[in-house]
């Protein structure tokens, strides 16, 4: 069964620090990784879908990277702002029979960006 | 837009009352998904639907059942509440296949007394 680790599991940065987050996983075995934003008491927000064809995806100040074969994937916040205070998750995406298609989560990283 | 919603966002029931949450997706998505997230234990997978009146167990099915009629909407049966029951529920949906991303409802913070 896949498990999947976030380190570290809480961030505190003043503004304006870039963000890295870390996940890893133990079955490299997967489709596809996405991450996702929660805020408080809110559902998950689509930040970025990385295929395991890839090494890197980027949208805006946020980029990705995917490395299969040793089981980790690396968020990148650029410039941090107190608008990207949440808890961030990683989904890998299975890839086998037994595991096609499903997600399995990390506990995620709470983040605080202080002005 | 895709969206995603729940029928509610905060619901409580008492212990042994028959619980139903809907999902309803307006992208024409053929997956959908059912979680509970719990402080320390994460997201984990109730149930999950690859096509109407198709359904699935994920890892945590015990005290739950699912229902899905149309495509549209995937909806989660407690079929006798328990305390331990007491959770936020996410919903989900995705186009078929395992390249798409998946996009989350706004939950439901059920509790059970």
């Known amino acids: ?115 | 837009d895709v969206k995603v919603t729940q029928s509610s966002r905060y619901l409580v029931k008492r212990t042994g009352e028959k619980v139903f949450l809907e999902c309803v997706q307006d992208m024409d998505h053929e997956n959908m998904f059912w979680y509970r997230q719990d402080p320390g234990l994460g997201l984990r997978l109730i149930y999950f639907s690859y096509d109407v009146k198709m359904k699935e167990k994920g890892d945590i099915p015990e005290g739950y059942s699912v229902s899905r009629e149309k495509k549209e909407r995937f909806s989660l049966i407690l079929e006798s509440a328990s305390t331990n029951q007491t959770s936020m529920y996410l919903c989900a949906s995705s186009p078929v296949g395992g390249a798409y991303e998946q996009y989350f409802g706004p939950g439901t913070r059920l509790t059970v007394t």
């Open chain 1, 1 to 115: 069964k896949q498990e999947v680790t976030q380190i570290p599991a809480a961030l505190s940065v003043p503004e304006g620090e870039n963000l890295v987050l870390n996940c890893s996983f133990t079955d490299s075995a997967i489709y596809n990784l996405q991450w996702f934003r929660q805020d408080p008491g809110k559902g998950l927000t689509s930040l970025l879908l990385i295929q395991s064809s890839q090494r890197e995806q980027t949208s805006g100040r946020l980029n990705a990277s995917l490395d299969k074969s040793s089981g980790r994937s690396t968020l990148y916040i650029a410039a941090s702002q107190p608008g990207d205070s949440a808890t961030y998750l990683c989904g890998p995406r299975g890839g086998t029979t037994d595991s096609w298609g499903k997600l399995q989560f990390g506990a995620g990283t709470q983040v605080v960006v202080t002005p």
